[in-house]
């Protein structure tokens, strides 16, 4: 055998050889796939079950990128409205520490206003008490001057003098009982004027217990030889409170030394207290 054959059939044996191992693998892998088809075809089956879910996964996915761009969009709202807001507070701080005093000065005010508010609201009580008594009361009586007198008619009594010089009369009742709380604000005189010094006196209470309250004298005139008649005017600068009841009465004396007539009258304006 030569040479060239001989190197041939080796080369034939070896790959009759490697065939052999070929095969044995291509049976190995035959078996093998043959094991492997049911799990492939499992997940084949899995996937098209899974497809649905994994559809759902990426639309949900969508979604949520979606979602997560609108509170990102909402999240730069809010940093912006929150710098916006501490802004705000800090111009708010800045007006509070304006007004701190404003306001501190108003509280003093109205510490300062308080008490004359309460007066103002205790006066007012008063008053409105006082306008009901005022609004009950007859309307020609009721805080105006007037003669106390309950028919209209002014209350005046004439006195008449004795001869005695210098000598009083008795006690002559101007008013019998005062109508309501009442000021005693003039008195008037009427008489003939004689040249004559004369003095008259006021008191309140009853008969035979009169208390002098006012006393007045003047001198009178005469116009000539003949007498004339005269009226005198006495304001009082602090008028005399008679109460609700009082008697009031009058007497009269003269240095004359002959009888005269004097005609006295008051001027009372109502009190408005009760």
């Given at each position: ?7 041939n ?8 050889s ?8 291509v049976?190995?892998?035959n ?28 639309s ?23 710098l916006?807001?501490h ?5 708010i ?18 510490i300062?206003?308080?008490p004359?508010i ?15 008594v ?12 007037i ?6 008619t ?9 001869a ?12 019998a ?19 004559y010094?004369?003095?008259?006196e006021?008191?309140t ?6 208390v ?10 005469s ?34 030394a ?13 009190s408005?207290?009760?």
């Open positions: 055998m030569s040479g060239i054959a001989a190197a059939l080796g080369i034939t044996v070896g790959v009759q490697d065939v052999v191992i070929i095969q044995s693998d049976k190995a892998i078996s093998d796939i043959k094991v492997l088809d049911p799990i492939i075809d499992t997940i084949k089956s899995d996937i098209i079950v899974d497809q649905p879910k994994i559809t759902t996964i990426r949900d996915l969508i979604v949520s990128q979606s979602d997560i761009k609108t509170l990102q969009s909402d999240l730069t709202k809010t940093r912006s409205d929150m916006i807001t802004s705000d507070v800090k111009a701080n800045s007006d509070v520490k304006v007004l701190d005093p404003i306001i501190d000065t108003i509280k003093s005010d109205l300062v206003v308080q004359k309460t007066a103002i609201l205790s006066d007012t009580v008063v008053l409105t008490a006082r306008t009901t005022v609004s009950t009361a007859s309307a020609t009586t009721a805080g105006v001057i003669q106390d007198t309950t028919t209209g002014p209350t005046y009594i004439n006195i008449t003098t004795g005695v010089a210098n000598t009083f009369t008795a006690w002559n009742t101007l008013d009982s005062a109508s309501a709380n009442s000021w005693i604000s003039h008195i008037t005189v009427n008489s003939l004027g004689h040249a010094a004369n003095c008259i006021i008191a209470g009853a008969a035979a217990s009169e002098s309250i006012i006393r007045f004298s003047w001198s009178a005139a116009g000539g030889s003949a007498p004339h008649t005269e009226t005198v005017i006495f304001p009082l600068p602090i008028p005399i409170k008679v109460a609700s009841g009082t008697r009031i009465a009058a007497r009269v004396s003269s240095e004359a002959y009888t005269q007539v004097f005609t006295i009258s008051l001027s009372m304006y109502q408005l207290e009760t």
